[in-house]
């Protein structure tokens, strides 16, 4: 996937002394080190003064396709050159650096240059719709570092799904309707490609597999979990081969993520349940997958995934706990291993439950999440909206289901305490669906910036 791109250039006057205080290259060094940190690419689109060099920054960027231009006010700049870098098409960040030194003459005069681009570049309708965000210290302080990797994790999601190709394989799970997916809003919004495949093409690419690979699956699937003696062998075989189509199917087509629907194809078909083979997916090869069809919930779990840097999740809110303002998030076996404390294989407690042991299925999960910060998130209302919440997995929480499951406190929207009760006020306002998207980290911050990038509205906070 491509990286994330940044062009930085300074603005400065020769009436300051940007160049005396080497302001762009001390400025260029450390930005350069922050970058390969949070693995974005940096381009050196240099210092200048004039309108007409601005102009030529604009077109030698054309070639760079950057995601961003960065402007550091090296110094104080006149309006006319906030004028030609603003007509780059792409995201504006403004950078001011502090003053070198007081009690002399105003050195920089960097702040002012920073207030005056910003003013024009929202004010003036030439720049209706333009994101314009700011960044102000030095490349190395830590206010600067916290507001810049907040900005790059919004542009990581932003280029993360317009590079998104989804395999919708098998449609929504029966009467989930408020999951049938509007692709084409996905295309329009976020550059989201879809390809529809039937459930025939998992069929037929698991009866290809050879022996020796489905064998190696097997193993692949019960990595860092302990099987329960009740799986029947024969079921873990069958996930692995469940898992092996679909990775095959993921290199056929070229796919990125994937929205399975994983009853009741996978029952009629294999004779399981792919909780596991759907996890491994994601925790082994990097490949977001949601259950049950869920095309935003695989789209939330990649923009999740690439805020935070770790995998992504789907769970129900499945239960509340008024007591300790929590909620149970939960799902019936798929779930990530990096999340769990001592992951078991299990049959799927559910399914086949009234029809006896003999008819029990593999192979879910079983776990209660670590205590770990929590990001709730989900793209809604077909990607118009945004929501984001974080959390903590409680350490010493009320029992939960068998399944994969972690109650979530300390629960927080737009920085401010929510209730439980609220949480399930605004959930029910907005209509968000009832797959939540989970990743560790809190990077709601960054959700709020994405929607802002993205024209996508941000939910906030429903009383009860």
Request: hydrophobic letters at 45%; proline letters at 5%; aromatic letters at 8%.
């Amino acid at each position: 996937m491509r990286q994330v791109t940044i062009a930085l250039v300074g603005v400065h006057s020769p009436n300051y002394y940007a160049a005396e205080h080497h302001i762009y290259e001390k400025s260029l060094a450390d930005l350069s080190a922050l970058c390969k940190v949070l693995g974005c690419r940096l381009v050196d689109a240099g210092l200048i003064q004039t309108a007409a060099e601005a102009i030529q920054v604009r077109e030698r960027l054309a070639a760079e396709n950057p995601d961003c231009l960065l402007i550091q006010n090296s110094g104080f700049s006149m309006g006319d050159v906030a004028l030609e870098l603003g007509a780059c098409p792409v995201p504006l960040c403004v950078w001011a650096v502090p003053e070198p030194m007081r009690g002399c003459d105003i050195q920089l005069h960097s702040l002012v240059s920073q207030n005056l681009f910003i003013s024009i570049f929202r004010r003036l309708p030439d720049f209706a719709g333009c994101f314009v965000d700011w960044v102000y210290g030095s490349a190395q302080d830590a206010v600067f570092v916290a507001k810049f990797t907040t900005l790059v994790g919004a542009l990581k999601a932003q280029c993360a799904l317009r590079q998104t190709r989804v395999g919708c394989i098998g449609g929504v799970a029966p009467s989930f309707y408020n999951l049938e997916p509007d692709v084409g809003a996905a295309r329009h919004r976020f550059g989201v490609e879809t390809v529809t495949l039937p459930f025939a093409d998992v069929v037929r690419a698991a009866e290809a597999l050879p022996n020796e690979e489905i064998a190696a699956t097997q193993r692949t699937l019960q990595y860092g979990a302990a099987m329960d003696a009740a799986v029947r062998p024969e079921h873990l075989r069958q996930a692995a081969k469940g898992y092996a189509a679909l990775r095959k199917l993921c290199e056929k087509h070229n796919l990125s993520a994937l929205a399975v629907a994983c009853w009741p194809d996978f029952q009629q078909h294999f004779g399981i349940v792919p909780c596991v083979a759907l996890s491994a997916l994601q925790d082994q090869l990097g490949i977001p997958t949601a259950c049950e069809g869920d095309f935003w919930g695989a789209l939330s779990m990649v923009m999740l995934a690439h805020m935070s840097g770790k995998t992504a999740m789907l769970a129900d809110l499945t239960d509340l706990s008024i007591a300790d303002e929590a909620a149970l998030l939960w799902h019936c076996g798929a779930g990530s291993v990096l999340y769990a404390d001592a992951p078991r294989l299990i049959n799927h407690p559910m399914i086949t439950r009234r029809q006896g042991p003999e008819a029990a299925m593999g192979v879910a999960y079983d776990f209660a999440m670590r205590s770990m910060p929590l990001t709730i998130a989900r793209l809604t209302n077909q990607g118009q909206s945004v929501l984001g919440v974080e959390g903590e997995v409680l350490e010493h929480a009320p029992q939960g289901y068998v399944g994969t499951r972690g109650w979530v406190g300390a629960l927080r929207l737009e920085g401010q305490p929510l209730r439980a009760m609220d949480l399930l006020e605004t959930l029910f306002s907005e209509g968000v669906e009832h797959h939540l998207a989970l990743t560790q980290g809190h990077v709601t911050a960054q959700i709020k910036l994405f929607a802002r990038l993205t024209g996508t509205a941000y939910i906030t906070a429903h009383q009860a």
